[in-house]
């Protein structure tokens, strides 16, 4: 597992190429795919405003996922910086079988049978080879076929068949999916597929491990125990049973998704945008990470400019106090992949520059716990807000610190100074966080020098500037926030000989 070993060497001593910090807080997380997968583009993706990349499991083989996780840590060694990446596993996927001419037309209207029977189907009935789904359903529920483009109300069901009416007909053709929007699917979030490529992006040292296909808490105990400590989980959040068990979900992920594609086509368009409001409001209350994904920019993957209501769409995403913003096929295997990223951080931008932004991002009340840590991370904002703060300097060995910060949603930028790499790559999705990689702490003169020595080498504030710094004692202890102490940075303190 050398692969996953902490890196304490830290990178601020080295001689190589630095990128300061983005001009906005919220971060973009755009998915590699043929269009983006070049040592080449990746750089000028990065370049572009891209703070973590997403590889999808579903498509592409390991050589392949391993030739980019090696191209973005290429890319952190050269700008030293850390990168985050999420590993996006697949999930089950229910399909009919297969039609005796590839293909078949459901009438309007008419009814439609899914069964067990394995030979070719035609323009009455098709095998659905998922035996779990039979006896399950009840009259009145729905099947969607083919991302809901037609549409069965079930009539009868049991252990043998399923017989429908289409509520909306259409071609129908081989392997299409199925989405049961009405009930719990008794099928686990993890195949055999998933736990290859969970092995795989384990041993490649994945930040993040995307979990598809999530229904209730207990799915995500069997990816834990194969991460084995290694990344962290997100939950993406594509199905109606999800919604209904949101908390225990979140309680037990490290993150969640807005997968608005799957959940798009199980519930009534209108539906998405105020749960998209609730799943980010759930996870910036618990102090997680949340990203809002899927046709953000769904133009710009065969034109250079976005519509206005995509614009638009990404701005709102911001204006609730997103962590992160994703591109899908747009990065991944659109025309125009640096044009997404390019835009895509250029509207976060203008956004967090609005005046009204500080207000609208703070609507969500996110009263701290009762405890040192919390209230110290609140201070944090009042101090910024009460006096001019350059920034937020926020020592951590778990990362769970600046979790508290970020939940404040402050105005400040946060620097995150950790001895762990692995924690540096991880708050990657974190709001306003910019990591650092650097030394152990033994002290806090020390702890003062080091977050004036960072905050200045890595443009976060100049002579006369005020700092805070934020950390445990004693030093190096997880979850043991104590200490906040606000300093004055001196021009003549960086010291480039020193890590």
Request: charged share 25%; hydrophobic share 40%.
């Amino acid at each position: 597992m050398a692969k996953h070993d902490q890196d304490k060497s830290g990178s601020e001593g080295s001689g190589r190429k630095q990128v300061g910090p983005r001009e906005r807080k919220v971060k973009i997380l755009a998915t590699v795919g043929p269009a983006s997968r070049s040592p080449d583009m990746l750089r000028k993706l990065f370049l572009a405003g891209a703070d973590a990349f997403r590889v999808n499991m579903s498509h592409g083989e390991h050589k392949t996922h391993g030739e980019t996780i090696a191209a973005i840590r290429a890319l952190e060694k050269e700008f030293r910086r850390p990168i985050s990446i999420l590993c996006d596993l697949q999930g089950p996927k229910l399909r009919v079988g297969t039609f005796k001419d590839g293909k078949a037309v459901i009438r309007h209207s008419g009814h439609f049978t899914l069964d067990r029977n394995p030979e070719p189907g035609d323009e009455t009935r098709v095998e659905l080879p998922h035996p779990e789904l039979f006896g399950l359903l009840e009259r009145g529920q729905r099947l969607l076929i083919n991302d809901g483009k037609i549409r069965l109300k079930v009539i009868e069901a049991d252990d043998d068949r399923i017989f429908c009416s289409a509520e909306v007909g259409g071609v129908i053709s081989d392997r299409k999916g199925v989405n049961v929007p009405d009930a719990e699917v008794p099928i686990p979030a993890l195949t055999e597929k998933d736990r290859k490529d969970l092995a795989f992006a384990v041993s490649h040292g994945a930040d993040w491990i995307g979990l598809s296909f999530v229904q209730r808490p207990e799915d995500l105990a069997e990816a834990r125990r194969l991460m084995g400590g290694y990344g962290a989980l997100c939950a993406k959040i594509e199905k109606p049973m999800a919604v209904r068990r949101l908390a225990e979900i979140l309680e037990m992920s490290d993150g969640l998704m807005v997968a608005r594609g799957d959940l798009g086509v199980e519930l009534e368009p209108q539906e998405v945008p105020p749960l998209q409001k609730k799943i980010v409001n759930a996870a910036r209350t618990a102090g997680k990470p949340v990203i809002v994904a899927t046709q953000m920019l769904e133009s710009m993957i065969e034109s250079p400019m976005p519509t206005r209501a995509e614009v638009s769409d990404v701005a709102n995403a911001v204006y609730d106090g997103a962590d992160a913003v994703m591109l899908s096929a747009e990065s991944a295997a659109g025309d125009w992949p640096e044009e997404s990223v390019t835009m895509m951080d250029k509207i976060a931008i203008q956004v967090e520059r609005d005046e009204g932004y500080k207000a609208r991002v703070r609507f969500l009340d996110t009263p701290p716990d009762a405890t040192t840590s919390d209230a110290l991370a609140h201070s944090c904002m009042t101090i910024a807000d009460t006096v001019p703060i350059s920034a937020i300097t926020v020592f951590t060995s778990s990362g769970s610190t600046a979790r508290r910060v970020a939940r404040e949603r402050p105005d400040t930028p946060m620097l995150v100074l950790t001895p762990s790499m692995r924690t540096a790559r991880r708050v990657g999705l974190l709001w306003g966080a910019h990591a650092v990689t650097t030394k152990d702490i033994g002290s806090f003169e020390e702890m003062i020098a080091k977050g004036k020595r960072m905050a200045l080498r890595h443009g976060f504030g100049a002579g006369g500037s005020r700092l805070i710094a934020l950390a445990g004692v004693p030093f190096g202890t997880p979850g043991s926030t104590n200490l906040l102490h606000v300093v004055t940075l001196q021009g003549n303190e960086l010291d480039d000989h020193e890590g």
